[in-house]
């Protein structure tokens, strides 16, 4: 039974995150309020924008630079902007790292 209710919750929390499509049309670093960097950005598309990603037309997206992961995922919007390639991003459900930008859970490279 514990293994169906979470199963449910975690369901539940991704089935409602926002996803992008597109190149990456802003990028933007920071020194965040917990004094970590945070980087937002913003793709071409966005679908499914959830009620607390306010900004811009689209949407736009937030990742703290806090964890390896999180870097991780910099690494790859750098790689994917300077490149000029397209990528896929799937949203947390959330806002927990920017307070009008949702997180990011992953984010994939097109061809």
């Not at 670093?29 to 607390?52: D, L, Q």
């Not at 806002?95 to 097109?110: N, S």
């Amino acid at each position: 039974m514990k293994k169906l209710l979470l199963a449910l919750l975690f369901t539940s929390t991704f089935a409602h995150a926002g996803t992008g499509n597109g190149k990456i049309t802003k990028l933007i670093t920071h020194k965040g309020p917990n004094g970590h960097g945070i980087v937002m950005f913003a793709t071409e598309t966005t679908s499914a924008r959830i009620s607390c990603n306010t900004v811009g037309t689209a949407g736009e997206w937030a990742i703290s630079l806090e964890h390896n992961q999180d870097n991780a995922m910099y690494s790859l919007l750098l790689m994917a902007y300077v490149a000029n390639k397209k990528v896929f991003v799937k949203g947390t459900g959330s806002c927990d790292d920017f307070p009008d930008r949702e997180g990011v859970h992953y984010i994939e490279l097109k061809e």
